[in-house]
């Protein structure tokens, strides 16, 4: 609705011989981006009386944390890095910023490009177990979802014998590693998913907006009053969207409780899911006498994971408590399968998953 509103607003610009800039000037002259971006923040608490939210103040609390998380998520990604001119990897999911069930093996990275130009990202492999990047047209505080434009994995790529690569992103096929982009492709995406989270190290990568020379430019965007009258724009519109978006996919889950059906891949993609990666997503709850019980038989894959999150599509803290299990961290049996028990306490059985004081999520 926010997006049909500004398209319309342009059109009615355009018939008066404004520009958007003019009109962007006079929003923050008059304080209207400030009061517009409050009550867009204002309007995403309605995620937190969503149906099917847990209405209990320990849950409504988590959930107002969640807000503040999104607005500090959005104002970092869209007011401080939002220029495709001078693009800088920044970490919009974290230990602190979780959305979406945020997974506790990756290590995220996003950073604002343009289909109008070339970027070059140069690093080291580190040891971490998988290293994935995409482009994909959009971003997380814009309509329209955020559907792939490429994508590559590390194991793709030439690599030197010191662990160091480059890597090209741009429309036209460049020689060498190369990430494809469309002209409308609004952001970059590197996942980096660890076995052992402890004991590897993350690939060091910086990126580069490249001339047609094959020399780095470095042009950043002036502050200007269209810069932050978008920026405020979309970092809200990124608060109650995800709010709103994660709030239904919550309330939908709720059909299956306790139980752990495949998730629609297409819904996935469009959300900024890893198109590599096959997702099962339910809802689950727990009185505080009962344990959930998960028997699964892992196929041969990359790695595999079984996490828990609270109502609000958050991982709860991996930082303090044994919240997930995956594919290196694992007790198996001897055919393979494993048993994974998620309790309000240990069990004293492998494979443990804490719910660290939730009774749903």
Not at 137 to 158: C, F, H, N, R
Not at 253 to 274: C, Y
Request: aromatic share 10%.
């Amino acid at each position: 609705m926010l997006a049909g509103y500004r398209k319309l607003s342009l059109f009615i610009l355009r018939l008066r011989g404004m520009t958007e800039e003019d009109k962007a000037a006079s929003r923050i002259v008059s304080g209207q981006s400030w009061e517009e971006f409050c009550d867009t923040l204002k309007a995403a608490g309605a995620a937190l009386t969503f149906p099917g939210a847990p209405r209990d103040a320990f849950n409504q609390a988590e959930g107002y944390r969640y807000l503040t998380r999104l607005a500090r998520a959005g104002l970092e990604a869209y007011v401080e890095f939002n220029d495709p001119k001078a693009p800088t990897l920044n970490r919009v999911v974290h230990e602190t910023v979780k959305m979406g069930s945020d997974n506790p093996d990756n290590y995220y990275q996003n950073a604002a490009i343009s289909g109008e130009y070339d970027y070059r990202i140069r690093g080291t492999r580190g040891t971490v177990h998988y290293l994935g990047f995409g482009t994909q047209k959009g971003s997380y505080g814009q309509s329209g979802g955020m559907p792939p434009t490429g994508y590559i994995e590390a194991s793709e790529l030439d690599i030197n014998p010191d662990g160091s690569f480059e890597l090209w992103i741009s429309c036209d096929k460049k020689p060498g590693n190369w990430l494809p982009m469309e002209p409308d492709s609004g952001t970059l995406i590197v996942r980096q998913t660890f076995k052992d989270r402890v004991n590897e190290t993350i690939a060091e990568l910086t990126i580069e907006r490249m001339g047609k020379d094959g020399q780095p430019i470095f042009d950043p965007q002036p502050v200007t009053a269209k810069s932050i009258d978008d920026g405020l724009n979309t970092a809200s519109t990124l608060v109650a969207g995800a709010a709103m978006l994660f709030a239904k996919w919550a309330r939908d889950f709720q059909k299956h409780v306790n139980e752990l059906p495949m998730f629609d891949q297409e819904t996935s993609n469009a959300a900024g899911g890893d198109p590599n990666i096959v997702y099962y997503h339910s809802y689950w709850r727990l009185a505080p006498d009962e344990a959930l019980v998960i028997e699964a038989q892992p196929p041969e894959c990359e790695t595999w994971n079984f996490q828990l999150d609270n109502h609000w599509m958050e991982s709860l803290d991996y930082r303090y408590y044994q919240i997930h299990v995956n594919k290196h961290t694992a007790e198996y049996r001897e055919d393979g399968s494993v048993q994974i028990v998620v309790a309000h306490s240990d069990p004293g059985l492998p494979n443990w998953i804490n719910t660290v004081g939730h009774d749903c999520g």
